[in-house]
């Protein structure tokens, strides 16, 4: 492997593995807006239903 | 003052305790030699090889044991709530970091003056005239050992697995001990004298000094309920 | 707890512009721009990356440290929170300088490992972290977690200098002062271009870096909110 296939072995993993932690974050941040939302919608219709 | 005697008291607890049923001391000692045992099966070295490779065997053997009795440094305190107790109690919590930290030392101390002679008996080695120097040297690791011991062994205290935790959170932190008094041990057996390994028994000596009072300040957040 | 607000929201994507385009900006540069290393060609371009994420991980642990002593002292959530994310994400950067160095050392030493100072030093600082993160997951109760973990946050990077001193002195005491390390920054045939690959990687990996922290740290914000309005609901 020329050197230039190890600067791609490195640069390859790096930024794919980058790339992978964002995707995996927005993938949580989506699951805890949405679950957030949910408690919250569910939280205003009972107080409404109290009133 | 206070946090001294607070700190005698609690030791002499714990001394107490030990002298009556001897569990801790009596499973690290035994512990300790069977790693001597496994370490002659494992190696068949020339006498030799046995002089360089002592200190680091010796080292792991002490890691390992002086972990087991790091796993129980707080069973006492686990009983009957007893932490509650103490932690009720007026105590200047640095006082119970001294007192665990001092306790693990003796039990460690004495589990050393044992078992390094019994290896030099066991591998043949005839340096006996270095022994002072070596014991200096494994006491001031043996030190930083029991003062981050004890700050692991408390924070891992209401984790599971806690047995494998412990091990793997203290030992990474133990580097600058490990290299310091194997590098110390080595040059002692292979001149005579400390020499050119001064530096790292300042480093030693330094650890010791910055980890004993970094617990004792932290402590109080250590152990809380 | 506050809801992300629109400003701060607008705000995180800005950064997560700017992160691209300095990454872009950088990888053009380090790989087409900067000449290749006298000694050690093109391998040496690895430096681009090695370099900034080795200081991005050293950040990020200082970032811990401040987050535990913060919490310690005043108790508040979000001084947890900060010190868990840069964790999390200082982890993540010593593994890709684990990879990075190890993959420089193959062309230019022929070995794929080797226990010189600074692998050593990033693997040990890898598994301090990695125990952190450890303690913090198998410990059950969340405010002995956080406390458990803010401890250990000190006392690792209080033991940061002593590490590093203590692997120097093993590595280098005996070493014949001859041999060419492959992340030795090759200040003698230095080009201009070189540096300026260098600054802009180094902008870029910042850049990056508060952008994944900001988000990690905003993830937790959100589990706490859920956390605590379940709770509420239970009650």
Not at chain 3, 167 to 191: A, C, F, G, M
């Amino acid at each position: 492997m020329g050197a230039w296939g190890f600067v791609s072995l490195a640069y390859g993993i790096v930024w794919g593995s980058i790339l992978v932690y964002v995707v995996l974050l927005k993938r949580r941040y989506g699951d805890a807006a949405a679950e957030l939302a949910a408690l919250k919608s569910t939280e205003a219709i009972s107080r409404d239903a109290e009133k | 003052m206070a946090l001294l005697k607070q700190a005698y008291l609690l030791v002499w607890k714990d001394l107490l305790l030990e002298m009556r049923r001897r569990d801790s001391l009596l499973t690290m000692f035994f512990f300790g030699t069977l790693l001597l045992f496994v370490f002659h099966f494992s190696f068949d070295a020339a006498p030799e090889r046995v002089a360089e490779m002592a200190p680091a065997l010796l080292w792991l053997a002490f890691l390992f044991t002086g972990t087991l009795g790091l796993a129980q440094l707080f069973q006492p305190e686990r009983e009957n709530h007893c932490l509650d107790a103490l932690l009720l109690a007026p105590l200047d919590r640095g006082a119970l970091f001294l007192a665990k930290s001092f306790f693990n030392l003796i039990l460690m101390v004495i589990v050393e003056i044992i078992v390094i002679p019994l290896f030099w008996i066991l591998f043949n080695l005839r340096s006996w005239n270095l022994l002072p120097q070596l014991f200096l040297v494994t006491l001031l690791g043996t030190v930083g050992f029991c003062v981050l011991g004890t700050i692991t062994s408390a924070i891992t205290l209401q984790a599971r697995a806690r047995e494998l935790l412990l091990p793997l959170v203290l030992f990474p932190l133990m580097v600058p001990v490990i290299l310091a008094t194997i590098r110390c041990m080595e040059n002692v057996l292979r001149t005579g004298e400390f020499g050119d390994a001064i530096p790292w028994l300042r480093l030693l000596i330094g650890f010791d000094v910055i980890f004993l009072t970094a617990g004792v300040l932290i402590f109080d957040w250590v152990i809380e309920r | 707890m506050a809801q992300s607000s629109q400003p701060t929201r607008k705000r995180k994507g800005i950064l997560g512009a700017l992160a691209l385009v300095a990454i872009a900006i950088g990888l053009f540069w380090s790989l087409v721009v900067a000449p290749p290393d006298a000694y050690q060609g093109d391998a040496q371009r690895i430096m681009y990356l090695h370099l900034p994420s080795i200081l991005t991980a050293y950040l990020s642990y200082f970032l811990v440290f401040v987050g535990s002593a913060m919490y310690l002292w005043k108790r508040e959530k979000r001084d947890d929170l900060l010190a868990h994310s840069a964790a999390e994400i200082g982890v993540l950067f010593t593994a890709l300088t684990i990879i990075e160095g190890s993959i420089w050392g193959r062309p230019t030493w022929g070995v794929w490992w080797t226990w010189d100072a600074r692998l050593t030093l990033t693997a040990i600082l890898l598994l301090i972290y990695v125990g952190y993160l450890m303690l913090r997951s198998l410990t059950e109760d969340e405010n002995r977690a956080a406390s458990a973990a803010a401890v250990l946050g000190i006392i690792g990077f209080l033991d940061i200098p002593l590490i590093h001193m203590s692997v120097y002195w093993w590595r280098t005491l005996h070493q014949p002062p001859s041999i060419l390390r492959p992340d030795k920054v090759p200040w003698e045939n230095v080009h201009p271009s070189m540096l300026t690959a260098l600054a802009i990687s180094f902008a870029a990996f910042l850049l990056l870096y508060f952008y994944l922290l900001s988000l990690r740290y905003r993830l937790g914000e959100m589990r706490e909110e859920i956390k605590a309005r379940r709770l509420g609901r239970e009650a």
